[in-house]
């Protein structure tokens, strides 16, 4: 839970509400300070001292990165990618398909899922499991 709270904090840096799902509109500036966002949240935390265990510090500097070693920051391969950064990641996503957008039909949770399955890199296992419990909802 402390790790969703603070994964964020540092896209504060980039000036606008973005999500994964925008990088393709961010001009080459706010694209890279939005893949530094996580060390940027570490690093803001830092500076006002509060203090994380490792585990925290890791899912919260890795939540963007992907199995298939294309996340950022640090381009990491499967192995170094724990499930629990992984859950943010889809937790992160799903609350931001979940916004209402104007003129846009409300998305269904199977069809958030859906999308987040396809775009982000994540451990199929977590993604079935996730599909059961909607399923199961």
Do not use: C, N, W
């Not at 990088?23 to 996580?38: A, F, G, I, S």
């Not at 996340?71 to 609350?95: I, N, R, S, W």
């Amino acid at each position: 839970p402390i790790s969703g709270l603070f994964h964020d904090i540092g896209v504060q840096g980039v000036g606008k509400e973005i999500s994964i799902f925008d990088l393709k509109t961010l001009d080459e500036v706010d694209r890279k300070k939005y893949e530094q966002h996580p060390r940027s949240s570490l690093s803001y935390l830092k500076e006002k001292k509060i203090t994380l265990t490792p585990v925290i510090s890791d899912i919260i500097e890795r939540h963007h990165e992907r199995l298939d070693g294309k996340g950022f920051p640090g381009q990491l391969p499967a192995h170094k990618v724990p499930m629990e950064a992984q859950l943010l990641a889809y937790a992160d996503a799903f609350e931001y398909l979940s916004r209402p957008v104007p003129g846009k039909a409300k998305l269904q949770p199977l069809e958030m899922h859906k999308i987040i399955s396809t775009e982000l890199s994540l451990s199929p296992e977590l993604l079935l499991k996730i599909e059961k419990f909607l399923k199961d909802s």
